[in-house]
């Protein structure tokens, strides 16, 4: 049964696995704990689902309304995107600890590694003027400053699921390379009015509320993962007050120093002084030193020097554990589980439509929509997961492209045939027995493909 079946003359065809995601992690429960209510008019639940299903349809919204797939309204729509009272940051974090602590940490051995991730990524506004806390921001990928947001994520992996769990859309902390401001009219006593604030602080105080924001959850993990954009002495120490170990990819810089016995060195000097392994594959070396300064609290590490593959000369990478106790082969091992967030950002944006399906200049219309697409993200892990599937992401995306697409022919099919019923009532006079034999002969005669999308349409009416 549709979780909709209840709302009326409302038709908004979800897919099996869309059905079961809503009704398993009771999504209209949620909603409302996170302050998303309405007075009158469409419920939220039922804009929500139409706007989750979007990119599952092939259509956006406005083919979506001309073709009458729905009875909502692009007024109805656009003021759920961009109403600044909605707890989107509550809503995620409570989402993402359900999944963990409901379905997928009590069926996972308590040995495995279970990590949270920090990352950030370019979230593209190239072609935009005039979009809310707009700005100049570092791209990694060109190298240059480009007009947009950096999305700072946090999410958890155990090696096989990734669940993003929360996101900041970052602008410039520099007013310089601010281009737009934050809109006068805006409430400052909304949940739409905090998150543009935060757009202003750094990449480093904003993944470290993140951080606190998630442990308040409860959410399980040993380890907190980062790339070296992030791998600053004062940060690690900083998360490590949390009581949770860093693992990190540090880079070379000449004013980052260690304490290694009694003198503060560089990574540089660091690798030289590190006693070199031999018969040990890509791992060269690795020594333990202290992180802090000398009027700084510090704590102690282990640098684990890798071998970089390079046609050149021998170059190494170093990565670096709060954990000191840990294996050099477990450092890497664990470090590796990173990627899953890079994947994560390469499905969001190639196949869930990250920035690219609303048209709008509101901030609060970018978080609504960026946490759309987490929830759609979170739905296909969780398909993955408990159906031990095989298959990426992108192939269940597809999946479930399809069967929104079977599921529109059912619903279709189950319209005619009710249309066709009345019809008969209303000319012929006939009794409810002869009607009933009159429509199994009629899907007798059905091809078989139509005889079993009518029963199962049957089954859900």
């Known amino acids: 049964m549709s979780i909709l079946s209840k709302s009326g003359n409302y038709h908004s065809p979800a897919s099996p ?106 979230y593209d506004r190239t072609r935009s003027k005039k979009v809310e806390l707009l700005g100049k921001v570092y791209d990694h990928v060109t190298g240059k400053y480009v007009k947009g947001f950096r999305m700072l994520t946090l999410g958890w992996s155990d090696g096989a699921t990734f669940i993003p769990l929360s996101f900041s859309l970052l602008s410039s902390s520099k007013k310089k390379n601010r281009i737009q401001e934050i809109q006068d009219s805006v409430d400052k006593r909304c949940n739409g009015y905090k998150r543009r604030t935060e757009a202003l602080c750094k990449g480093t105080d904003m993944a470290l509320e993140l951080l606190k924001e998630a442990l308040k959850q409860k959410i399980s993990a040993s380890y907190v993962l980062f790339d070296s954009w992030f791998a600053f002495p004062a940060l690690i120490n900083k998360v490590c007050d949390l009581n949770i170990d860093v693992i990190c990819m540090v880079k070379r810089m000449h004013r980052v120093f260690y304490r290694y016995g009694d003198s503060y060195l560089n990574l540089e000097s660091l690798y030289k002084v590190a ?78 439509c990250l920035a690219k399906e609303f048209q709008g200049r509101s901030y609060d219309l970018l978080v609504a929509h960026t946490s759309i697409v987490f929830t759609r993200y979170i739905m296909l892990s969780l398909h993955a997961r408990q159906n031990r599937d095989d298959r990426s992401c992108g192939e269940l995306f597809f999946l479930c492209c399809k069967e929104i697409k079977d599921v529109d022919l059912m619903t279709s099919l189950a319209l005619i045939i009710t249309v066709l019923q009345q019809a008969v009532r209303a000319v012929l006079v006939i009794s409810e027995e002869k009607l009933s034999e009159l429509f199994t002969l009629f899907k007798s005669l059905l091809p078989k493909p139509l005889q079993n999308i009518y029963a199962i349409s049957n089954c859900e009416s």
């Open 17 to 122: 696995a869309i059905n079961n995601f809503f009704r398993e992690l009771e999504i209209p429960g949620l909603l409302k704990k996170c302050n998303f209510n309405k007075e009158k008019g469409v419920p939220v639940i039922e804009v929500f689902l139409t706007l989750f299903q979007l990119v599952f349809t092939g259509m956006n919204l406005y083919r979506t309304i001309e073709t009458g797939s729905t009875s909502l309204k692009k007024d109805t729509a656009y003021r759920f995107l961009n109403s600044c009272r909605y707890n989107w940051r509550k809503f995620l974090l409570l989402l993402g600890s359900s999944v963990i602590n409901k379905f997928v940490t009590p069926l996972t051995s308590r040995d495995r590694t279970k990590v949270l991730i920090v990352d950030d990524s370019y």
């Open 275 to 352: 006693e070199k392994k031999t018969n040990s594959g890509d791992i060269l070396a690795s020594i333990k030193v202290e992180l802090g300064t000398k009027n700084s609290k510090s704590s102690m590490a282990k640098i684990v020097f890798v071998r970089k593959k390079s046609k050149k000369e021998l170059q190494w990478l170093a990565i670096l554990s709060t954990d000191p106790e840990l294996s050099d082969e477990e450092v890497v091992r664990i470090y590796g589980i990173r990627w899953d967030i890079e994947v994560f950002f390469k499905t969001a944006k190639s196949m869930l």
